[in-house]
Each structure stands twice: as C-alpha cells, then as structure tokens.
C-alpha cells in the first residue's frame, strides 16, 4: 500500500464520520469557528462543542474539554491558538477518537507527531468546510 495523499484521508475522515467535536467552537455566530460548524451541521454531521465558556450552540450542550464528552465522537476539529495544540494533543491521546484535524492557520508539528506516534490520523492547516465542499459533493 502506498501512501495515501492528502485529499485522500480528508475525503476518508469526511466520509466515515457522523460526529464532529470542534473544540473552541465559540457561540458568536461571526466568529469563524462557529460559522463553519454550523455549515457542517448543516451538511448533516452531527457537532459537539468542546468550550468551557459557553453552554451550549448550535443546539448542542458544550463540554469543557473532550475527555468529559459521553457521546461518541469520530472526528475532532481544533479552533485553538497553536499555544495550546500540544494540551489539546495530550488529552486527544487519551481518547480513543481516531481522526484530527486542525483548522487552517492552526499548526504545531510537534502535537501533530505526537499524535501520529499514537497512532491518529491528522490533517494539519486545512479548512474542513471548504475541503468538504470541493471533495464531498461529486
């Protein structure tokens, strides 16, 4: 087996989940994070909002942080600051949730070869919306 592109494991990560957990998901319908979420709940994955600061959105009730999720998650999306991708990527070993993606501009190798190392599948610095639209509506 060769080894899969990038658009390949977007496509992959895209088709095989249902639920999304977007950490920093923010409740401000102008922030990006909440935009895009909506979007993809709208394309019909289900959103759970990881958030400290707020309640709920989108319909969802928030969690504050991903170990304290119940529902079972198939794909994180991050919307944090790279300062806190390496806590992020700590508690993300952890969980048994196999597909990371963190959003465009949001870039730290070293939590993304740590999360390699325990075996997850990442895509680093894309926008899950916009690959979505260009790979997912054939």
Known sequence: ???????????????????????????????????????????????????????????????????????????????RRPIYLMDIAQDLIKTNIHYVWMQQGVIDQQAYELLREHGKEVVMDKCIKVAHSILMNR
Do not use: W
């Open 1 to 79: 087996m060769g080894m899969q592109t990038e658009q390949e494991l977007m496509k992959k990560m895209l088709t095989n989940s249902k639920t999304i957990a977007v950490i920093g998901l923010s409740d401000k319908a102008h922030r990006t994070s909440f935009q895009i979420a909506k979007a993809m709940q709208n394309a019909g994955y289900r959103i759970i909002p990881v958030n400290p600061h707020i309640e709920s959105v989108l319909g969802e009730k928030a969690y504050d942080s991903i170990l304290e999720v119940e529902t079972e998650v198939d794909l994180i999306n991050i919307f």
